[in-house]
């Protein structure tokens, strides 16, 4: 079928989707342990999204991602050992320590980083866009962003310019039923919330978000036609998150019945299914465990590396100089 990833490419997205949820249940693990700072937004459950969404992207493409951006980055191709050193702060992370988890950012690679405003990563691939369409090159723009963050003001802001100036920018809706601890249903009087992109004369493609094929197919639609010019599109992958808004979340709000129904419908799982026929369980197993490894000896290794070194005497004659 047109847009379909190959084996190869669901292969490399079923690895990625287990190195993100190691990469989760690590991180869940250590705060119980009281060994992580801040809040961390735990993606379990959405990973398909953030994979499948990327996964036809080119290094040159540019995303620009949420605070709950773990598998957005996985997806577009960076490290998980230097993703946790940052998470951690250390100074082999992506940014030297500096970001922490929600800022996580290589442009080398095209993420252009998570953002902690929730909707200010909208506008800006929109100007991403912009800048491509100015410079006259195929490279297009991506923006994953939360049903919460589609509430926002800048959305429909940056979804108006990017429809009247038909930017190469492609909207991905990762919705997974909250904002913060807020049902989509006290938050938009629509369920479909990409119905609103008939208003910015856009498509929009809705799709299971739980399923990395069908994730992969919507998008690659979108990104195929961004690139050839036509402008941007947008697809509502429709997910659940399994763990709460932050490892500070107190919970309550989520029914039991709910959390299970979707954790039936387990991403990896699906993926599992998918490719057991074509490449066999035994080698599906051991892609699962060594990916599993790589993220436990990434661990061990973050954990072990050095902080930022911080000379105070020059920093503060920097400051002095300057002031
Ligand atoms: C501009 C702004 N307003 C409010 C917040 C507080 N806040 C952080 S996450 C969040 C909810 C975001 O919901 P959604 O976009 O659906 O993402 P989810 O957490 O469900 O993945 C809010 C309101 C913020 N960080 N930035």
Do not use: C, W
């Given at each position: 079928m047109k847009n379909s990833p190959s084996i190869d490419e669901q292969i490399e997205m079923y690895r990625r989707m287990i190195v993100v949820r190691r990469l989760e249940e690590g991180l869940g693990a250590l705060h119980k342990e009281g060994r992580t700072r801040g809040p961390i937004h735990r993606c379990d459950g959405q990973e398909a999204v953030g994979v499948a969404a990327t996964a036809m992207l080119r290094e040159t493409d540019l995303v620009t991602?949420?605070?709950?951006?773990?598998?957005?980055?996985?997806?577009?191709?960076?490290?998980?050992?230097?993703?946790?050193?940052?998470i951690f702060g250390r100074d082999t992370g992506y940014c030297g320590g500096r970001a922490g988890h929600m800022l996580i950012a290589d442009a080398?690679?095209?993420?252009?980083?998570?953002?902690?405003?929730?909707?200010?990563?909208?506008?800006?691939?929109?100007?991403?866009?912009?800048?491509?369409?100015?410079?006259?090159?195929?490279?297009?723009a991506m923006c994953i962003f939360g049903d919460g963050a589609s509430q926002t003001g800048i959305c429909h802001e940056a979804m108006n310019m990017a429809g009247l100036w038909k930017l190469p920018v492609v909207f991905v809706l990762e919705h997974n039923k909250f904002g913060l601890t807020v049902p989509t249903a006290v938050q938009s009087p629509v369920d479909d919330i990409s119905i609103r992109a008939a208003g910015y004369g856009m498509p929009s493609v809705i799709v299971d978000g739980n399923d990395p094929v069908a994730v992969y197919r919507a998008v690659a639609g979108m990104v195929e036609r961004a690139r050839r010019g036509e402008g941007p599109g947008m697809v509502e992958a429709k997910t659940y998150r399994w763990e709460g808004f932050s490892t500070s979340d107190m919970g309550g709000y989520q029914t039991p019945e709910e959390i299970a129904a979707w954790k039936a419908r387990d991403p990896i799982r699906i993926a599992f299914e998918a490719l057991k026929g074509e490449v066999g369980e035994a080698r599906l197993t051991r892609i699962d465990e060594e990916a599993s490894e790589?993220?436990?000896?990434?661990?061990?290794?973050?954990?072990?590396?050095?902080?930022p070194a911080f000379d105070y005497h020059s920093a503060s004659a920097a400051y002095s100089e300057v002031n």
């Open positions: 991602s949420t605070h709950r951006g773990h598998a957005h980055y996985i997806g577009k191709g960076l490290d998980v050992y230097p993703v946790i050193a940052e080398s690679k095209g993420m252009i980083g998570g953002n902690a405003i929730v909707g200010a990563g909208i506008p800006a691939a929109t100007g991403m866009a912009l800048s491509n369409q100015i410079l006259g090159n195929d490279n297009v790589e993220v436990r000896a990434a661990f061990e290794r973050a954990l072990s590396d050095p902080f």
